[in-house]
């Protein structure tokens, strides 16, 4: 039976949520409401992993504080590639969105060029440091998340040959990889791992290939790390 680990950051939820919650109360003390946006990555608000997780998130604040989607509660703006990261920003701030979430580490370059252009609007970048006074930064030690996938991995693999399938090759990704490679072998330091990068965070079909590729090679557990390539390797067939 081909069996396939998946962890999704579920403190994302947690971190918007708590997130929103000062700002609702902190607006709440000058008779305010927030109204809040979030930019999507590639992946989308379906992706079932980083960007559904914070929309989710966004979606339980509204509810919890009687917000509604719309123009004056809470929304999001699909990115169908990086040259959609800025003018999303952008469209949302000119349509009176005081907060806007960046979802992921891609939108770096367009939350500092969106966080300069407007100093007043207040912006949340996840999953990565940036140092602006109207920037929240958002992080979590996703090496642990993936040690525990590695752990995992290793007792349910029976061919000992483990796999990790990535979005990109960058420093986040690495730390996920670091964490799992930790997380295998501390349950045998003789499971192999194979390692492969797809480049993106939005093509399904190339996860699956991937995956497949794999699976053709011995291997039989796969992690992956990658967004909306999640929905991808989950639909192979189990063998």
């Given at each position: 039976m081909?069996?396939i680990?998946?962890?999704?950051v579920g403190?994302?939820?947690l971190?918007?949520v708590?997130w929103?919650?000062?700002?609702?109360?902190?607006?709440r003390?000058?008779k305010?409401?927030p109204?809040?946006a979030?930019?999507?990555d590639?992946g989308?608000?379906?992706?079932?992993?980083?960007?559904?997780?914070?929309?989710?998130?966004?979606?339980?604040?509204g509810k919890?504080?009687?917000?509604?989607?719309?123009?004056n509660?809470y929304?999001?703006?699909?990115?169908?590639?990086?040259?959609?990261?800025?003018?999303?920003m952008?469209?949302l701030?000119?349509?009176?969105?005081?907060?806007?979430?960046?979802?992921?580490?891609?939108?770096t370059d367009?939350?500092?060029?969106?966080s300069?252009k407007y100093?007043?609007?207040?912006?949340?970048?996840?999953?990565?440091?940036?140092k602006r006074?109207?920037?929240a930064?958002?992080q979590?030690?996703?090496?642990?998340?993936a040690?525990?996938?590695g752990?995992a991995a290793?007792?349910?693999s029976?061919?000992?040959q483990?796999g990790f399938?990535g979005?990109?090759?960058?420093?986040?990704m690495?730390?996920?990889?670091?964490?799992f490679?930790?997380g295998?072998?501390?349950?045998?330091?003789?499971i192999r791992i194979?390692?492969k990068y797809?480049?993106t965070?939005?093509?399904p079909?190339?996860?699956?290939?991937?995956a497949?590729?794999m699976y053709d090679?011995?291997?039989?557990?796969?992690y992956?790390v990658?967004?909306g390539l999640?929905k991808?390797?989950?639909?192979?067939?189990?063998?």
């Amino acid at each position: 039976m081909k069996k396939i680990v998946t962890i999704i950051v579920g403190l994302v939820l947690l971190g918007v949520v708590f997130w929103f919650g000062v700002v609702y109360s902190n607006n709440r003390n000058h008779k305010q409401i927030p109204t809040v946006a979030m930019v999507t990555d590639g992946g989308g608000v379906e992706d079932g992993s980083f960007n559904a997780a914070t929309w989710k998130g966004l979606v339980e604040w509204g509810k919890e504080h009687h917000v509604a989607k719309g123009p004056n509660g809470y929304t999001y703006a699909q990115s169908l590639s990086d040259a959609d990261f800025f003018p999303n920003m952008d469209k949302l701030v000119k349509k009176g969105y005081n907060t806007i979430i960046a979802t992921g580490y891609r939108l770096t370059d367009a939350i500092k060029k969106a966080s300069q252009k407007y100093p007043d609007t207040n912006f949340v970048m996840i999953d990565t440091v940036v140092k602006r006074p109207n920037v929240a930064s958002v992080q979590f030690r996703d090496n642990e998340a993936a040690f525990l996938a590695g752990v995992a991995a290793a007792k349910t693999s029976k061919s000992k040959q483990v796999g990790f399938i990535g979005g990109t090759d960058s420093p986040v990704m690495a730390v996920f990889y670091k964490g799992f490679v930790q997380g295998v072998h501390t349950v045998d330091p003789n499971i192999r791992i194979n390692k492969k990068y797809v480049g993106t965070f939005s093509q399904p079909r190339i996860g699956q290939s991937l995956a497949a590729a794999m699976y053709d090679n011995g291997v039989d557990v796969i992690y992956t790390v990658a967004g909306g390539l999640v929905k991808g390797p989950l639909l192979l067939p189990r063998r």
